[in-house]
């Protein structure tokens, strides 16, 4: 027996094998590299640094001093679900019924829930990379497979070819899962494409799952991207994951919503119920406070965002060692170095060089080992002393 190894090492092999290899964040191994340098700048992760706004914090106390603090609806508060279907009208220009929304503990729980619906052991999830770890995770640990496809960056953009999206299907795929705008790369689906997407899903009987999260951060001046909500009929298979986190700097209060279709609610109640059993009614006095106040805030959170994405891009530029295109949407620049073909090692040495915290886009899956994704929404002097940081590295 090994005296130095963690009690109940021996016993991890008879651990189910989803749980046993659910992967470690390749993200999370540069931030522990990082998180204790003094005056180290930190990029790596999806979120800004704004705190959550008075107003919403203001809704959340009101609930605590109310005595809200006991078990409630699964499904969500009715008055939520009834802003959230208010929130879809107004984005999306038709009626939407509160039936079709439902509260969960983070984007995260919304995505498992997803997965949990439609995929089990052994059936395929199809989706383009590099893209959001935690997807593949989410498969991984539901026993199903990812079929990644890796994007193409020609022409100063990302593309996803469609033919080898559809290549990709085979009889245990049972979705793809489209993340538009695209963490890490900023690629953003055009209407067209998304139509030609739903056709091939529609083609084949199969699921989409719909990442719409970073839908209001688009830089071509339109107040949202394309979505499948624009190219879908009532009867198609798309079930939509979504967050409070980016649009209201809510990352730490844990709250999402999933649609789908009405009648999947009771089914939707008994996955909540039997995970987290609700979520905190004080958090989603917040949500009903963040779309109901927040269109200030959202659009000063844009405003930043757009400010960023050019100090970054024109930063990077000007070193002369970088590929890059400033993304369509999202709030990551995805950029490679020239000379570097292993991310993950070259973020490490940034932390050490630049004392500047990027994501390795190793993290990313397949078509993402030679980036690195920097999250610009930040103050403009933190990027601007990233930027002038990882210059000087660059050059050494």
Same mark, same amino acid.
Not at 29 to 41: A, D, Q, T
């Given at each position: 027996?090994?005296?130095?190894?963690?009690?109940?090492?021996?016993?991890?092999?008879?651990?189910?094998?989803?749980?046993?290899?659910?992967?470690?964040?390749?993200?999370?191994?540069?931030?522990?590299?990082? +998180?204790?340098? /003094?005056?180290?700048?930190?990029?790596?992760?999806?979120?800004?640094?704004?705190?959550?706004?008075?107003?919403?914090?203001?809704?959340?106390?009101?609930?605590?001093?109310?005595?809200?603090?006991?078990?409630?609806?699964?499904?969500?508060?009715?008055?939520?679900?009834?802003?959230?279907?208010?929130?879809?009208?107004?984005?999306?220009? +038709?009626?939407?019924?509160?039936?079709?929304?439902?509260?969960?503990?983070?984007?995260?729980?919304?995505?498992?829930?997803?997965?949990?619906?439609?995929?089990?052991?052994?059936?395929?999830?199809?989706? /383009?990379?590099?893209?959001?770890?935690?997807?593949?995770?989410?498969?991984?640990?539901?026993?199903?497979?990812?079929?990644?496809?890796?994007?193409?960056?020609?022409?100063?953009?990302?593309?996803?070819?469609?033919?080898?999206?559809?290549?990709?299907?085979?009889?245990?795929?049972?979705?793809?899962?489209?993340?538009?705008?695209?963490?890490?790369?900023?690629?953003?689906?055009?209407?067209?494409?998304?139509?030609?997407?739903?056709?091939?899903?529609?083609?084949?009987?199969?699921?989409?799952?719909? %990442?719409?999260?970073?839908?209001?951060?688009?830089?071509?001046?339109?107040?949202?991207?394309?979505?499948?909500?624009?190219?879908?009929?009532?009867?198609?298979?798309?079930?939509?994951?979504?967050?409070?986190?980016?649009?209201?700097?809510?990352?730490?209060?844990?709250?999402?919503?999933?649609?789908?279709? /009405?009648?999947?609610?009771?089914?939707?109640?008994?996955?909540?119920?039997?995970?987290?059993?609700?979520?905190?009614?004080?958090?989603?006095?917040?949500?009903?406070?963040?779309?109901?106040?927040?269109? /200030?805030?959202?659009?000063?959170?844009?405003?930043?965002?757009?400010?960023?994405?050019?100090?970054?891009?024109?930063?990077?530029?000007?070193?002369?060692?970088?590929?890059?295109?400033?993304? %369509?949407?999202?709030?990551?620049?995805?950029?490679?170095?020239?000379?570097?073909?292993?991310?993950?090692?070259?973020?490490?040495?940034?932390?050490?060089?630049?004392?500047?915290?990027?994501?390795?886009?190793?993290?990313?899956?397949?078509?993402?080992?030679?980036?690195?994704?920097?999250?610009?929404?930040?103050?403009?002097?933190?990027?601007?002393?990233?930027?002038?940081?990882?210059?000087?590295?660059?050059?050494?």
């Amino acid at each position: 027996m090994n005296m130095h190894a963690p009690a109940g090492t021996s016993l991890i092999a008879d651990l189910r094998p989803e749980a046993r290899n659910a992967p470690e964040s390749g993200i999370v191994e540069v931030v522990n590299h990082g +998180r204790l340098k /003094p005056g180290l700048i930190p990029l790596w992760v999806g979120e800004g640094d704004l705190p959550t706004p008075d107003f919403i914090v203001r809704a959340a106390n009101q609930s605590l001093a109310d005595g809200e603090t006991f078990y409630t609806w699964q499904r969500g508060i009715p008055e939520l679900r009834e802003a959230l279907a208010r929130y879809h009208s107004a984005l999306y220009g +038709r009626p939407f019924a509160m039936d079709r929304f439902y509260v969960t503990g983070s984007g995260m729980q919304s995505v498992q829930i997803a997965v949990r619906l439609i995929a089990g052991v052994g059936d395929e999830l199809i989706i /383009p990379t590099p893209a959001w770890p935690n997807f593949a995770a989410a498969m991984g640990i539901a026993g199903a497979n990812p079929v990644c496809v890796p994007m193409q960056f020609k022409d100063g953009r990302f593309t996803l070819d469609l033919e080898k999206l559809e290549a990709a299907i085979s009889p245990r795929t049972r979705a793809f899962v489209i993340n538009s705008p695209a963490n890490p790369t900023g690629w953003t689906a055009t209407r067209d494409e998304l139509a030609a997407i739903l056709a091939i899903a529609r083609k084949h009987g199969i699921w989409i799952i719909a %990442d719409e999260i970073y839908a209001r951060f688009v830089y071509d001046g339109s107040p949202r991207a394309a979505s499948f909500h624009d190219v879908m009929e009532q009867e198609d298979r798309i079930l939509f994951v979504q967050t409070f986190s980016k649009n209201w700097a809510m990352t730490g209060w844990r709250v999402g919503w999933i649609e789908v279709p /009405p009648a999947f609610g009771q089914i939707v109640e008994n996955l909540i119920q039997y995970s987290t059993s609700g979520s905190p009614v004080f958090v989603q006095r917040a949500a009903i406070a963040a779309l109901e106040e927040g269109e /200030p805030f959202v659009a000063q959170q844009i405003a930043r965002a757009t400010e960023g994405r050019r100090i970054v891009a024109e930063g990077l530029k000007a070193t002369n060692r970088v590929e890059l295109q400033a993304p %369509d949407g999202a709030f990551y620049q995805f950029f490679s170095v020239d000379g570097w073909t292993d991310s993950r090692k070259l973020a490490i040495e940034l932390v050490d060089t630049a004392n500047v915290g990027l994501a390795p886009g190793t993290a990313f899956g397949p078509g993402g080992e030679t980036g690195l994704r920097f999250c610009f929404a930040r103050k403009a002097s933190d990027l601007r002393e990233a930027v002038a940081r990882l210059q000087k590295a660059l050059a050494g």
